[in-house]
């Protein structure tokens, strides 16, 4: 049974770019939410999604959004790129709003 | 603010000692707390979570311990084992909302 996978694993982006992450959630689960985690520190929230709609977010400005497709697969987009947007970013499935999150492996993203 | 700390950045046992790691949460309307690690290029793998109606729970070689009134949280590790060696962290997550909030983390190392 595959766990949460999460395309790309690795990407480098120019500063000013706009980059897209994907999630696949476990199998059967159908929320997806996504975190931010910065070397040497704790994953933060960024968003989560279920029934194709955000249920909550955090502080993190517009320029990060999101999307959840019917299968509940998920894509988190970033625009305009800033160095500080480099970090592992993490998705993590479950079947409640809040109990049972399997985490992706993430993508980290690099900006220069 | 909202906030979930470690003690200790980094924590040393020898292998075949029990490990405590430590964590301080803010927020007193928290009622989940739950206890991750996160191995070196992988996403956070869930260890035992806790509820705020309880004050001890114990998994294999795991034990959380919940103290509401000083509003601390720690995990007991048995006869810490080699493949014990990552970075753990303790998240808490506020009555009402879906996001887990994430502490800086503690590095255990094992000593053979």
């Known amino acids: 049974d595959a766990g949460v996978t999460q395309s790309p694993t690795h990407l480098i982006k120019t500063r000013g770019q706009q980059v897209t992450l994907r999630c696949s959630p476990k199998?059967?689960?159908?929320?997806v939410s996504w975190y931010q985690q910065a070397l040497g520190q704790g994953p933060q929230f960024i968003f989560q999604?279920?029934?194709?709609?955000?249920?909550q977010r955090g502080n993190f400005p517009d320029r990060f959004s999101g999307h959840q497709f019917p299968n509940y697969s998920s894509e988190l987009n970033v625009n305009a790129l800033l160095l500080g947007d480099s970090a592992l970013y993490l998705c993590?499935?479950?079947?409640?709003?809040?109990?049972?999150?399997?985490f992706g492996s993430g993508t980290r993203l690099t900006v220069v | 603010g909202e906030s979930v700390g470690l003690h200790l950045p980094t924590l040393s046992v020898q292998e075949g000692d029990n490990s405590i790691i430590n964590c301080a949460y803010s927020?007193?309307?928290?009622?989940?707390f739950i206890w991750y690690k996160q191995e070196s290029g992988k996403g956070p793998q869930f260890i035992i979570d806790?509820?705020?109606?309880?004050d001890k729970r114990q998994g294999q070689r795991v034990t959380v311990l919940l103290n509401k009134t000083v509003k601390h949280l720690s995990l007991q590790i048995a006869a810490t084992q080699p493949g014990d060696s990552a970075v753990y962290f303790c998240?808490?997550?506020?009555?009402?909302?879906?996001?887990?909030?994430f502490g800086t983390g503690t590095r255990l190392k094992v000593l053979a």
């Open positions: 993590a499935s479950s079947l409640d709003l809040i109990y049972g999150y399997t």
């Open positions: 199998s059967g689960h159908d929320t």
């Open positions: 999604y279920y029934e194709e709609e955000e249920r």
């Open positions: 927020n007193s309307a928290s009622d989940y």
């Open positions: 806790i509820r705020s109606n309880m």
């Open positions: 998240a808490e997550i506020p009555s009402g909302t879906y996001k887990y909030i």
